[in-house]
């Protein structure tokens, strides 16, 4: 059974269809890459594999470890094992991000049946976890994103990713705004998450990022469809020849 | 038109029950000669309606519908169903003097655990057997506003207190109203003073007894602040749901002061706290700050003057609310900076967060400067959670309820940091998660 499967899937916002039909299958252990221009469709996708409200889908199915996953809410999904890493991470001032780490892990566990952590062990595993990303400790007594740069924000997305340790991640825009010492922060972040158990689906405008998390899949998005499937190669291809072809393609 | 004599049904009530209670109301002589004029201004007056300015957002013609008449003595039964009720407002350590249905409880309350400078007795006693001057004193007060009047003619008991110049209080002092009557009404007055650098902490409570509905308070405190010293008042309205708590705070501050105070209100149909701080003696710093936790059809009204009458004052104002099904949450801030007030600093902010759409909340701050060398600002804002960061929390494992909560005690947690005191700050954020778990 695939870990994920998008079939047919056509969504719309307020009176504007935007997926027109989305096959997607990612099985345990792959990385996705999907690139294409800006407005195909590739945001929209992460949103609604999410739960984002706003989006309503018209037809087609996703299916998580073979469950219906559209009839789930959002805190069910992420309980379930689905991360998205935010293209733009928000601000929350007032909670820490320390009292909403543990909040959100205890929430999954909860929901998972699982033993909530012990503050010890809690801690235990954040600072490990903060040190490999390079994270101070002093961030993680501040508001959730607050003040952080877009490096620090995105860092703080693989951490969770990392303490959560979902079986889907879903990264969005992960290179936006970040230049190449964050870049390769966050990257080997991701990279040292890999395992057979888990995919990724990394969700790009620029072959650059995919130097640094090197896809086993690339697809082509374009108006809302998925037009073209490769290895990494197709990344190259595309770095060199755009994507007007596709656009006419579609 | 004559407002005088277009006399509300609720108006003709209040002149029944002051006539019906006058006999049993403490003191003669003076005393009810002070009543009796007051009831007078009173009446010149009638009850706060939306065409006088003040009152514009709490209509008392309209809210209160009907005055209660005066409660009871309480008698050894709710004595005990009172006693029952202080858990629900308990504050670590702090002494409490315990008025149940405006009548100063002896055997609930602590006066022994206060030490040495510190001076406690009961309005009633003064009133009844206190010198004249000590008397007409407790009586007077230079506001025209009628619910304070009111509270002047009807007033049955309170606490008088006094810490002597110096002296630091080791406990919180703490009155916790209770009332344990329904359809009664308490007019309980209080007066707090602090010698010159002493140091205390004062909270207010309010409370209902298991049973106890359709009551009315109307409460009045005055706060003397001395040269030096350092107070923190805290105030928790959490009275029934369907009761009226009508609040009334005078305070004057000395000179190099510092006065830190916050307001809870997460309790009753139609509550008001309306504060009058005069900032008296130069270099003081005044924190006023509260929340408001409403819901159902509860309507609650924070209203604040600050008075800058001197140079070289520092004012902060902080206030939330937050405002479920339909809900009504007032704010009315005012600060007057007088010619002379100099090198004044005063900042007012107050926000209001709508959890439903038939909520609402007016917030109205007023700046009214008269001198030209000063720092004040304000500013409000009302609005509903941000469903970005909504969906953030609920992305990472939140159910929707829990989000919720986790934006509204940050949302709160911005004034409730204004507390001073540790402990108390921990005590109304459990409050406030209490008010949030009953949401859930």
């Given at each position: 059974?695939?870990?994920?499967?998008?079939?047919?899937?056509?969504?719309?916002?307020?009176?504007?269809?935007?997926?027109?039909?989305?096959?997607?299958?990612?099985?345990?252990?792959?990385?996705?890459?999907?690139?294409?221009?800006?407005?195909?469709?590739?945001?929209?996708?992460?949103?609604?594999?999410?739960?984002?409200?706003?989006?309503?889908?018209?037809?087609?199915?996703?299916?998580?470890?073979?469950?219906?996953?559209?009839?789930?809410?959002?805190?069910?999904?992420?309980?379930?094992?689905?991360?998205?890493?935010?293209?733009?991470?928000?601000?929350?001032?007032?909670?820490?991000?320390?009292?909403?780490?543990?909040?959100?892990?205890?929430?999954?566990?909860?929901?998972?049946?699982?033993?909530e952590y012990s503050t010890p062990d809690f801690l235990k595993k954040v600072r490990e976890v903060?040190?490999?990303?390079?994270?101070?400790?002093?961030?993680?007594?501040?508001?959730?994103?607050?003040?952080?740069?877009?490096?620090?924000?995105?860092?703080?997305?693989?951490?969770?990713?990392?303490?959560?340790?979902?079986?889907?991640?879903?990264?969005?825009?992960?290179?936006?705004?970040?230049?190449?010492?964050?870049?390769?922060?966050?990257?080997?972040?991701?990279?040292?998450?890999?395992?057979?158990?888990?995919?990724?689906?990394?969700?790009?405008?620029?072959?650059?990022?995919?130097?640094?998390?090197?896809?086993?899949?690339?697809?082509?998005?374009?108006?809302?469809?998925?037009?073209?499937?490769?290895?990494?190669?197709?990344?190259?291809?595309?770095?060199?020849?755009?994507?007007?072809?596709?656009?006419?393609?579609? | 038109?004559?407002?005088?004599?277009?006399?509300?049904?609720?108006?003709?009530?209040?002149?029944?029950?002051?006539?019906?209670?006058?006999?049993?109301?403490?003191?003669?002589?003076?005393?009810?000669?002070?009543?009796?004029?007051?009831?007078?201004?009173?009446?010149?007056?009638?009850?706060?309606?939306?065409?006088?300015?003040?009152?514009?957002?709490?209509?008392?013609?309209?809210?209160?519908?009907?005055?209660?008449?005066?409660?009871?003595?309480?008698?050894?039964?709710?004595?005990?169903?009172?006693?029952?009720?202080?858990?629900?407002?308990?504050?670590?350590?702090?002494?409490?003097?315990?008025?149940?249905?405006?009548?100063?409880?002896?055997?609930?309350?602590?006066?022994?655990?206060?030490?040495?400078?510190?001076?406690?007795?009961?309005?009633?006693?003064?009133?009844?057997?206190?010198?004249?001057?000590?008397?007409?004193?407790?009586?007077?007060?230079?506001?025209?506003?009628?619910?304070?009047?009111?509270?002047?003619?009807?007033?049955?008991?309170?606490?008088?207190?006094?810490?002597?110049?110096?002296?630091?209080?080791?406990?919180?002092?703490?009155?916790?109203?209770?009332?344990?009557?329904?359809?009664?009404?308490?007019?309980t007055r209080s007066h707090v003073k602090l010698g010159k650098a002493a140091r205390a902490t004062?909270?207010?409570?309010?409370?209902?007894?298991?049973?106890?509905?359709?009551?009315?308070?109307?409460?009045?405190?005055?706060?003397?602040?001395?040269?030096?010293?350092?107070?923190?008042?805290?105030?928790?309205?959490?009275?029934?749901?369907?009761?009226?708590?009508?609040?009334?705070?005078?305070?004057?501050?000395?000179?190099?002061?510092?006065?830190?105070?916050?307001?809870?209100?997460?309790?009753?149909?139609?509550?008001?706290?309306?504060?009058?701080?005069?900032?008296?003696?130069?270099?003081?710093?005044?924190?006023?700050?509260?929340?408001?936790?409403?819901?159902?059809?509860?309507?609650?009204?924070?209203?604040?003057?600050?008075?800058?009458?001197?140079?070289?004052?520092?004012?902060?104002?902080?206030?939330?609310?937050?405002?479920?099904?339909?809900?009504?949450?007032?704010?009315?801030?005012?600060?007057?900076?007088?010619?002379?007030?100099?090198?004044?600093?005063?900042?007012?902010?107050?926000?209001?967060?709508?959890?439903?759409?038939?909520?609402?909340?007016?917030?109205?701050?007023?700046?009214?400067?008269?001198?030209?060398?000063?720092?004040?600002?304000?500013?409000?804002?009302?609005?509903?959670?941000?469903?970005?960061?909504?969906?953030?929390?609920?992305?990472?494992?939140?159910?929707?309820?829990?989000?919720?909560?986790?934006?509204?005690?940050?949302?709160?947690?911005?004034?409730?940091?204004?507390?001073?005191?540790?402990?108390?700050?921990?005590?109304?954020?459990?409050?406030?998660?209490?008010?949030?778990?009953?949401?859930?």
């Amino acid at each position: 059974m695939a870990l994920l499967e998008v079939r047919d899937l056509h969504v719309r916002v307020e009176d504007r269809e935007i997926l027109h039909g989305l096959d997607l299958t990612v099985n345990a252990g792959e990385v996705h890459a999907i690139m294409g221009p800006n407005g195909s469709g590739k945001s929209t996708l992460s949103h609604v594999i999410a739960g984002k409200p706003g989006y309503e889908v018209t037809d087609g199915q996703i299916l998580f470890k073979g469950e219906d996953l559209l009839a789930m809410e959002p805190d069910e999904r992420a309980a379930k094992g689905v991360f998205l890493a935010f293209q733009y991470p928000v601000e929350i001032p007032g909670v820490a991000t320390m009292n909403f780490l543990r909040t959100a892990l205890n929430a999954q566990r909860k929901a998972r049946g699982e033993d909530e952590y012990s503050t010890p062990d809690f801690l235990k595993k954040v600072r490990e976890v903060a040190k490999s990303l390079n994270i101070p400790q002093d961030m993680l007594k501040r508001g959730v994103n607050v003040g952080f740069s877009g490096g620090e924000k995105k860092r703080n997305e693989v951490l969770q990713m990392a303490l959560f340790e979902p079986s889907l991640c879903i990264l969005d825009e992960m290179d936006s705004g970040l230049d190449i010492d964050a870049l390769r922060i966050a990257a080997d972040g991701v990279n040292a998450l890999r395992s057979p158990d888990r995919a990724m689906v990394v969700i790009t405008h620029y072959q650059r990022l995919l130097n640094y998390i090197v896809p086993d899949f690339v697809h082509v998005m374009s108006r809302g469809r998925v037009v073209k499937s490769g290895d990494k190669q197709l990344a190259l291809e595309l770095e060199a020849s755009g994507y007007a072809q596709f656009e006419d393609a579609a | 038109m004559n407002l005088v004599l277009a006399k509300t049904d609720t108006e003709r009530a209040v002149s029944n029950v002051f006539a019906t209670a006058r006999d049993r109301l403490p003191g003669a002589g003076e005393v009810a000669e002070a009543r009796r004029r007051a009831f007078e201004a009173y009446e010149r007056a009638g009850l706060p309606h939306r065409r006088i300015e003040e009152w514009k957002y709490t209509d008392l013609r309209a809210l209160m519908r009907e005055v209660a008449p005066l409660a009871g003595r309480p008698d050894a039964a709710a004595i005990t169903r009172a006693k029952a009720a202080l858990e629900l407002v308990a504050v670590d350590g702090a002494a409490k003097l315990v008025l149940v249905d405006g009548v100063f409880v002896p055997e609930l309350s602590g006066i022994a655990e206060l030490g040495a400078g510190i001076s406690v007795r009961t309005l009633r006693e003064i009133l009844e057997n206190g010198a004249n001057d000590a008397r007409s004193d407790l009586l007077l007060t230079s506001t025209t506003d009628a619910v304070i009047s009111l509270n002047t003619a009807m007033v049955t008991d309170g606490v008088v207190i006094s810490v002597a110049d110096g002296t630091a209080l080791s406990r919180p002092i703490q009155i916790v109203h209770v009332a344990t009557a329904s359809s009664a009404s308490a007019f309980t007055r209080s007066h707090v003073k602090l010698g010159k650098a002493a140091r205390a902490t004062f909270i207010e409570s309010f409370v209902a007894a298991e049973g106890a509905s359709a009551y009315q308070a109307n409460d009045a405190v005055i706060l003397w602040v001395g040269d030096g010293a350092e107070l923190s008042h805290l105030r928790v309205v959490a009275d029934a749901a369907d009761a009226v708590n009508i609040s009334s705070g005078i305070v004057t501050v000395g000179a190099k002061a510092k006065l830190n105070l916050f307001n809870m209100t997460r309790g009753g149909a139609v509550s008001r706290y309306q504060v009058f701080i005069t900032l008296a003696g130069e270099g003081s710093d005044l924190s006023v700050n509260g929340i408001n936790l409403l819901k159902d059809k509860q309507h609650g009204d924070t209203t604040l003057v600050v008075d800058h009458a001197v140079p070289h004052c520092t004012s902060r104002e902080n206030f939330r609310a937050v405002v479920d099904d339909r809900g009504h949450s007032v704010f009315q801030g005012r600060i007057i900076v007088r010619p002379d007030a100099q090198k004044t600093d005063g900042k007012m902010m107050t926000r209001a967060l709508l959890l439903s759409d038939e909520a609402e909340a007016d917030n109205k701050p007023e700046l009214e400067i008269f001198a030209d060398d000063v720092t004040c600002g304000h500013g409000a804002t009302s609005g509903a959670l941000d469903e970005s960061l909504l969906f953030y929390l609920r992305a990472r494992g939140l159910c929707e309820k829990d989000a919720q909560a986790l934006l509204i005690q940050a949302f709160l947690g911005e004034a409730i940091e204004e507390i001073a005191d540790e402990s108390l700050r921990e005590f109304v954020m459990a409050q406030a998660e209490r008010w949030l778990e009953v949401r859930r």
